[in-house]
């Protein structure tokens, strides 16, 4: 997590997934992410609507296949971050027999750089995000000059 010297950027995922899909080889890589430090799950949380299409909240035992040390950790990691707007938001975009699955993370990719350039004095300013649209729009810009 953020430290005095380093926040990396924090950010969010959301997967749409059929009922009964194998979840089991994309957990396994954001576990490694998180072992190497890459990212940390600051929350992670599977929605689904109810017969009356409200949100509802889904166990993450129920959607994930993994082992149940894997799912304590995950479920440790279930920080409430999302409010009942937040899931209600994304159900609403969920189609019949499908679920998604939510993780918000923090983006430490660069901790060890930071930390290193706070040795030499460095003080982080800005961090943030580009969005991918105004990137997409940047680069077909420079395509068509």
């Known amino acids: 997590m953020a430290t005095p010297t380093f926040a990396g ?11 009964g899909a194998s979840l089991q080889s994309g957990m396994v890589a954001v576990r490694d992410r998180v072992a190497t430090g890459g990212i940390e799950v600051l929350d992670i949380d599977a929605v689904r609507r109810d017969s009356d299409d409200r949100p509802l909240r889904v ?11 894997d799912i304590s950790a995950l479920a440790a990691s279930q920080s409430c971050l999302l409010d ?3 899931l209600a938001g994304i159900a609403t975009e969920l189609e019949a027999g499908q679920y998604a ?6 983006d430490r990719s660069l901790a060890m750089a930071a930390e290193a350039f706070a040795l030499s004095g460095g003080v982080e300013m800005f ?10 729009t ?8």
């Open 59 to 69: 166990p993450l035992r129920e959607v994930l296949d993994l082992g149940d040390d």
């Open 101 to 106: 699955l939510i993780i918000i993370y923090e």
């Open 138 to 145: 940047i680069i077909e810009g420079e395509n068509i000059e």
């Open 127 to 136: 961090t943030g995000a580009v969005d991918i649209a105004d990137l997409e």
């Open 84 to 86: 009942a707007e937040d």
């Open 9 to 19: 950027p924090v950010d969010y995922v959301v997967f749409a997934f059929p009922y």
